[in-house]
Structures are given as structure tokens and as C-alpha cells.
């Protein structure tokens, strides 16, 4: 039996690469227009698919897993009430640009909640159950880095964590934040850099702490 060449095995690799690229192009698409039509078993599918992800976006900003919770539940109930709002016919990865539709509402949502507890800071440890559910846009190695760093950010006057994680982690330029928290363009920038100067501080203190141990 003659064998395949490896340009051959190439070719079916990226044939079945393509293969389930589409499957889950079609699976993301036909939730999305369930959802439009109000289906409840396309709302579940959407919910259980991207849980995991709101939920870890709505800690950052509240820090309480009973609060995150809630906050999440709402987002999504926001979420499914303007889906016919979202435009994805044009993109070539919908799931990307809903990620990012869904990131803009749980965020505003999370600061919502904040402002109507007049940014009142959480404290305590960070449970560790807050990581166990399950986010497929993290890969282990920056999980582990992801966890580090929210316990840094933890430690952050609230206003300051709110204006790290929307410039930071969440991508959005001073001039959203600015718009969004309603304070000036200024401020977003120097709640930045002082954020940024007591991050510098505790990991340093962190580091000197580990070197002394060992």
C-alpha cells in the first residue's frame, strides 16, 4: 500500500481544521439567531457556553463571588433582551465579536452595580471556587498568571481597579472609560498611573518577601 506523503498528511490536517472551524462557526451562528427568536433552548446554550467568562469579568470589578454572581445573571438577562441589536453577518469570527459585545455589557453592568454601593471595596481572600468554572478563552499557564495578577489588582482603591481593568485587561481607551465612569480623560489617565504605582509597589514587596523565604 503506497504511503502519504507529508504533504498530503498536511493537506488533511488542514482540512479538518477547517472542518471543525465551520461546525463551530455554524453552532455559534445558530445560537445567536435562537436567541433573536427568544428560543429557550438556544438562551441556555449561550448562558452555559459563556458563563464561565462573564463571571470572571463582573469579579474583577466587584470582588464578591455572591455579587458577581448576580451580576452576571443580569448582564445576560440584558444580553438576551438586546441580542437582536447584534451585527455579526460581515465578521469572519462571530463568537470573537459577541465576546466582546457581551464584555462591554457585563462591565457596565459590574460598574452599575458598584455605583449603587458607592464603589464600596470588598475584602478578603479571593475563593478559589471563583476559578473552577470553566472559561475556554484561557489557556492553564495564563490562568495562572490571570489569578496572580486580580489578587494584586484586589488591593487597588476602587476607582482605581475599575480604571486598570477597562484600560488594561479590558482593552478600552481613556476616552470610553472617561465616557463611561463620567469623569475626564485626565483622570482616567492619573487613576491609571497610580494604579499602576501601587501595583509596582506590592509586587515588589512580593518579591522581596519570596526571596527572604528562601
Known amino acids: 500500500m503506497a504511503g502519504h506523503g507529508p504533504g498530503e498528511c498536511g493537506s488533511s490536517v488542514i482540512i479538518v481544521s477547517c472542518v471543525r472551524l465551520k461546525k463551530t462557526l455554524d453552532n455559534i451562528i445558530q445560537i445567536i439567531e435562537g436567541c433573536k427568536r427568544q428560543e429557550p433552548k438556544s438562551q441556555k446554550m449561550l448562558y452555559e457556553r459563556f458563563y464561565g467568562y462573564a463571571l470572571k469579568i463582573a469579579f474583577r470589578y466587584v470582588y464578591r463571588y455572591d455579587i458577581a454572581v448576580n451580576v452576571t445573571n443580569d448582564a445576560f438577562v440584558k444580553i438576551f433582551r438586546h441580542i437582536e441589536r447584534f451585527r455579526y453577518e460581515e465578521e469572519e469570527y462571530p463568537e470573537r465579536l459577541m465576546m466582546a459585545w457581551m464584555k462591554r455589557i457585563v462591565i457596565n453592568t459590574s460598574i452599575d452595580e458598584l455605583r449603587k454601593n458607592n464603589l464600596t471595596p470588598e475584602i478578603g481572600g479571593i ?11 484561557q489557556k492553564a499557564d ?17 476607582m482605581y481597579r ?20 463620567g469623569i475626564s480623560v485626565g483622570t482616567s489617565k492619573s487613576n491609571l498611573s497610580r494604579a499602576r504605582g501601587i501595583l509596582q509597589k506590592i509586587i515588589k514587596e512580593k518579591e522581596e518577601a519570596k526571596s527572604w523565604s528562601i
Open 142 to 158: 495564563q490562568l495562572l498568571l490571570y489569578k496572580e495578577l486580580i489578587s494584586y489588582v484586589k488591593n487597588l482603591p476602587p
Open 162 to 181: 475599575i480604571v486598570f481593568n477597562m484600560f488594561v485587561i479590558d482593552g478600552s481607551t481613556h476616552f470610553e472609560i472617561a465616557d463611561t465612569l
Open 127 to 137: 475563593p478559589e471556587y471563583v476559578w473552577e468554572e470553566p472559561d475556554n478563552s
